[in-house]
């Protein structure tokens, strides 16, 4: 028999499966049942309402998606009286993850959140811009990810799950002040910065110019990231970006990966997630595995492999 069930710091899930923040919502309960996921992950929500950013906010890529939907947000009071009650009626633990403008409005929010039962953890959106820091996003920056997940620990004693930018110089860096500042866990990554343009209008695919890209394209670039961060930080890693089957969460479990979010392939199939636990399971009997923890971090690196912090062959 084959036990999926891992553990993110106190937070206990079934199985390593979980959604990608902005990938799921209420709509998809129609499709699959949220109480075979790990855990219920809707939509980053902010203190007030956003309308989000102009459209087109999203164009497809060769094996992706960009998209910049700018946090689109119907606010604190619609989260607390609306979507958690909606997701407490399912077996699988919420985790809420909060977008904000500053530090201390992440602090005022999370305490209000985690005061909810319902609530089991929060993951902090911390690739949002820091409108004090010329718009550069909390998560590039070491001391302000440390001062705003320790503003978000002196809060809460509820599991802290930190979403990390991958796009930094070094992300071990941004996980140790992660750690250093009270995290339980740390989510990686984020989306990577990108821009696609028409050549036949000679205009950017998107009103925002610039977003995020997702999907299989850049998975291998987050195992990559998820093998440096298993290699610097002790805290449970949550893999995200590019999972679109059994073999890709494995993959990101073997580079060091606790659980694993899925994001673009509910919305190529929005019964990917419940498919990707089966084939995990059907990886483990195949190979003989009996707890999924066993494959946490096991990968077997060649002889002679690179130092952790060589960036690899520049030829």
């Not at 992706?64 to 009650?85: A, C, E, H, L, R």
């Not at 250093?180 to 740390?186: E, I, K, P, R, T």
Request: proline fraction near 4%; include cysteine; charged fraction near 20%.
């Amino acid at each position: 028999m084959s036990h999926l069930e891992v553990s993110i710091g106190s937070l206990k899930l079934k199985n390593p499966i979980m959604p990608a923040s902005g990938t799921f919502g209420e709509e998809m309960k129609k499709v699959i049942d949220f109480n075979q996921l790990g855990a219920l992950l809707p939509k980053s929500f902010t203190k007030g309402v956003r309308k989000g950013n102009a459209t087109p906010r999203i164009c497809e890529t060769v094996g992706g998606m960009i998209n910049s939907i700018g946090i689109q947000s119907k606010g604190i009071d619609y989260y607390q009286n609306v979507t958690v009650p909606f997701y407490s009626q399912f077996s699988s633990p919420l985790i809420s993850s909060i977008s904000a403008d500053s530090i201390e409005e992440f602090a005022e929010v999370s305490e209000r959140i985690a005061a909810m039962k319902e609530v089991a953890a929060l993951e902090l959106n911390i690739s949002c811009p820091n409108l004090k820091n010329n718009g550069l996003a909390f998560g590039m920056d070491e001391e302000a990810t440390r001062k705003l997940v320790k503003s978000v620990r002196q809060v809460t004693d509820k599991p802290i799950i930190t979403k990390l930018s991958p796009n930094v110089t070094n992300i071990g860096v941004i996980a140790l002040a992660a750690e250093d500042g009270g995290a339980d866990a740390l989510t990686v990554a984020n989306t990577f910065i990108a821009m696609s343009i028409d050549v036949h209008t000679r205009k950017p695919k998107i009103a925002n110019v610039i977003g995020g890209i997702s999907g299989p394209a850049i998975k291998p670039l987050v195992v990559r990231l998820i093998h440096q961060v298993y290699q610097v930080s002790s805290l449970p890693i949550i893999g995200c970006g590019g999972v679109m089957c059994g073999e890709d969460a494995i993959e990101m479990i073997l580079a060091g990966a606790t659980a694993v979010q899925v994001g673009t392939a509910n919305f190529v199939n929005p019964t990917a997630m419940i498919t990707i636990i089966e084939e995990i399971g059907n990886y483990m009997r195949q190979y003989k595995i009996e707890n999924i923890t066993d494959l946490i971090g096991q990968v077997i690196l060649n002889e002679g492999a690179n130092d952790k912090n060589d960036m690899g062959s520049c030829n």
